[in-house]
């Protein structure tokens, strides 16, 4: 459905879908943020979730190296790139998948976006959830279904949870995302669960969509995927931006099994029509990254330590300071819940999870992302905290000269994550 509007003296129909349609959450903030600096402020960036560390340096070499390859590539990606995918999920997590069955694109939200667009079912989706996973489908007109979690289960679906969904129509098509470590919680899921989970999907015939971004930079190397107990109905989502610090780069992938190829070709083909293939240096560049060797085993050690010490501090001061929240696994983000702090709220007439984070920000110059961007209920007082704003460079630099038993205490986080540490003890001292 369209309708006619009226834009510099043009007649232009817009889609209904789209119509009021805000900027995605995680930009808007970032955006806010910048505007304020410039104003003069100091800004501490918990917003938007971008990688803190740069691209090691043999990738960036292998980009610059690539840098004159100027033709079109195969719609489905580089042959190399995929080989080398191929081997990286065998070497690193025991996964057998067929080079050929791969899907390469200008990053895994646009690879999101296409399975939603070529597969007509339901899209369920835990809550709270990453912020474009509804728009999305809201864009194509896919209906969404929700899973409401709880703290007391960390945010994480059950078993359950999903088999009470599917029951209700055995035969309806669904694709579940799954995503882990979670954004915004930072939460993952138990081999148990995992297992669990695959035995509900496998009964009802779900597509799932793994969406492990952040697997790599879970904190104990303990990734697992679903794709281990339910190979045949899983499509695991991934890519260069969280753990290769490599956002703007713009390199998705969606690898598939053999029994969903016909789903492949499907978004392949719409990929042939609409990006036509991921940009060509970037793609020989991305294959230095997944064929990986001592340097990136040494960048991700260096990289989940100084996260998980961040996290760690982070959680205990604030849980210290009253507030509720669930230690996390992985990726850049805690999931801090206010609701403790609610008469002092109301009293200040801050009556939701919006109004929370515009005052923080207003007095202590704290970016956060209300809760309520993930899909929850405005009035409850959640915000999500992404503990990226510091120097990785000069962090993984320094770890590294000190050795691999070096210690990411307090004094290291104070030293070389400073901002980190100012803007933690700033949220608590505006609670008390």
Known sequence: MSVKVASY??????????????????????????????????????????SPFPVPQQVV??????????????????????????????????????????????????????????????LVIPLPSWVSYAPQANIIGRPVRWLKTSQKNHWLITPEDLERHCIKDRTKPRILILNYPNNPTGKSYSETMLKDLA??????????????????????????????YYPEGTIVSSGLSKWCGAGGWRLGINVFPEELTWLLDAMASVASETFTSTSAPIQYAAVTAFEGGPWLDSYLLRSRKILAGLADYVYVAMDKAGVRLVRAE????????????????????????????????KETGVAM?????????????????????????????????????ALVDEVFLSTYCPKIIEATHLLCDWLS
């Open 369 to 405: 992302l209300p809760g309520s961007a993930f899909g929850l209920a405005p009035e409850k007082y959640l915000a999500r905290l992404a503990f990226v704003d510091f120097d990785g460079a000069a962090a993984l630099d320094v770890l590294e000269e000190l050795g691999d038993d």
């Open 199 to 228: 035995a509900v999907a496998r009964k009802y015939h779900v597509i799932v969509l793994s969406d492990e971004i952040y697997g790599e930079v879970n904190f104990t190397y303990a990734h697992q995927s679903i794709a281990k």
């Open 9 to 50: 003296k043009h007649e232009v129909h817009l889609n209904l879908n789209v119509r009021g349609l805000p900027l995605s959450p995680t930009l808007a903030i970032n955006e806010t943020s910048r505007r304020l600096e410039k104003e003069g402020r100091t800004i501490y960036k918990f917003g938007l979730g971008q």
């Open 61 to 122: 070499a292998s980009l610059q190296a690539s840098a004159g390859e100027k033709d079109y590539l195969a719609v489905k990606g580089l042959q190399e790139l995929r080989k080398a995918i191929a081997a990286y999920y065998q070497r690193e997590h025991c996964l057998q998948f067929s080079w050929q069955n791969m899907l390469v694109g200008p990053g895994s939200k646009e690879l999101m976006f296409l399975l939603q667009l070529v597969y007509y079912g339901d």
């Open 330 to 361: 992985g990726g850049f983000y805690l999931f801090p819940d206010f609701t403790p702090f609610e008469d002092t709220l109301v009293k200040r007439k801050i009556y939701d999870s919006e109004g929370l984070c515009s005052a923080i920000l």
